[in-house]
């Protein structure tokens, strides 16, 4: 049975409603570690752990073993755990269906497949996703234009609030890599009081990414077409290049122009509709207008050419004499330049 919301899984297993065989794969790891988590801490007391719960690696397992493993009744316990976690590294794992088709009830087995979805295509997949004795749960990853309200909701089951500033710090210098998100966030909360709002001091403080001289501020910059604080922000990027290299500064500037070209193209005023064009957060919306007044369409596209140029040397192709710094301030230039 397909689930696709890891906290129903996640409350099933903690009111005692447990599946034979659980799958759980996909590019995000985050939910999968979540659901292993539990199930490794919390099916079996740990009295029962010592004799029924097996915890093995895809790289070391035979399908073979699984099954003997599975197959064992439970000592002094109403049920066994098996744990395949990293299963994308098993060799053997198509030969899961005949299990598949005739799972043990009173073993719990669970195919940890990280950082990677499993086809869909293939035989045993199919027979899992008809089955209602397995939960199939595929991990997507979040994507970037959700992230924040991602980040809002998370921070909202703990009763802990954060600046829309920080969240966008955070967001833009972690990006989508929940585990890392999540991280960096408990870090901060170790250091806070329980009622305290997580603010862009805090970010800076405890995680180290400056609330004045980052990305998120210089395109603030570019959209108001503030020159002296577009090039002193860019400045200060510069001179901490290898901290803010500028392999992941260009992306984020080629990304804020192509969103402002299609507000630019767009035939609609409605801001739901156009967050959802752009990809962004809608309170982000504003500084997208005032930029629109800014920059004209044809703009926008030579603005686009230039950082897709100068992506290409950041890489080492063509024009090699660039340093990084060099080529990010001639990109700054270029960007004002074709401003109104």
């Given at each position: 049975m397909i689930y696709t919301n890891p906290d129903q899984i996640l409350n099933e297993l903690k009111s005692g409603t447990i599946k034979p065989i659980y799958i759980l794969h996909g590019e995000e790891s985050y939910y999968i570690d979540l659901i292993v988590q539990e199930i490794e801490q919390n099916v079996l007391n740990d009295a029962e752990k010592s004799f029924n719960q097996v915890v093995v690696y895809g790289r070391d397992i035979e399908m073979k073993t699984v099954h003997n493993e599975a197959r064992q009744f439970p000592m002094m316990s109403q049920r066994r755990v098996?744990?395949?976690?990293?299963?994308?590294?098993?060799?053997?794992?198509?030969?899961?269906?005949?299990?598949?088709?005739?799972?043990?009830?009173?073993?719990?087995?669970?195919?940890?497949?990280?950082?990677?979805?499993?086809?869909?295509?293939?035989?045993?997949?199919?027979?899992?996703?008809?089955?209602?004795?397995?939960?199939?749960?595929?991990?997507?990853?979040?994507?970037?234009?959700?992230?924040?309200?991602?980040?809002?909701?998370f921070l909202r089951?703990?009763?802990?609030?954060?600046?829309?500033?920080?969240?966008?710090?955070?967001?833009?210098?972690?990006?989508?890599?929940?585990?890392?998100?999540?991280?960096?966030?408990?870090?901060?909360?170790?250091?806070?009081?329980?009622?305290?709002?997580?603010?862009?001091?805090?970010?800076?403080?405890?995680?180290?990414?400056?609330?004045?001289?980052?990305?998120?501020?210089?395109?603030?910059?570019?959209?108001?077409?503030?020159?002296?604080?577009?090039f002193f922000i860019t400045d200060n990027l510069v001179s901490n290049i290898k901290k803010y290299p500028i392999q992941m500064l260009l992306p984020s500037l080629f990304t804020h122009f192509q969103r402002l070209l299609i507000l630019s193209q767009a035939n609609t005023n409605d801001d739901d509709r156009l967050a959802q064009m752009m990809k962004v957060p809608k309170?982000?919306?504003?500084?997208?207008?005032?930029?629109?007044?800014?920059?004209?369409?044809?703009?926008?596209?030579?603005?686009?050419?230039?950082?897709?140029?100068?992506?290409?040397?950041?890489?080492?192709?063509?024009?090699?004499?660039?340093?990084?710094?060099?080529?990010?301030?001639?990109?700054i230039h270029e960007i004002l330049y074709h401003a109104a």
């Open positions: 098996v744990i395949i976690k990293e299963a994308q590294d098993m060799k053997e794992l198509k030969q899961l269906g005949d299990y598949i088709e005739n799972p043990v009830r009173h073993t719990l087995l669970v195919i940890s497949h990280v950082n990677k979805k499993i086809d869909g295509r293939m035989s045993w997949i199919s027979k899992a996703k008809k089955s209602p004795h397995i939960v199939l749960f595929h991990s997507e990853p979040v994507r970037d234009y959700k992230l924040n309200a991602w980040l809002n909701n089951t703990k009763s802990r609030k954060i600046s829309p500033q920080a969240n966008q710090l955070l967001c833009e210098y972690l990006g989508n890599d929940l585990k890392k998100l999540v991280n960096e966030v408990e870090k901060i909360e170790l250091n806070l009081a329980a009622d305290k709002m997580i603010d862009a001091t805090d970010v800076e403080r405890y995680v180290g990414i400056s609330k004045d001289y980052n990305i998120f501020e210089l395109l603030k910059a570019l959209s108001y077409v503030d020159k002296p604080k577009a309170f982000t919306l504003k500084e997208f207008h005032i930029a629109k007044t800014k920059y004209r369409q044809d703009k926008i596209k030579k603005i686009i050419n230039v950082i897709s140029i100068a992506d290409i040397k950041s890489k080492g192709v063509g024009d090699r004499r660039n340093e990084p710094g060099e080529l990010l301030k001639d990109v």
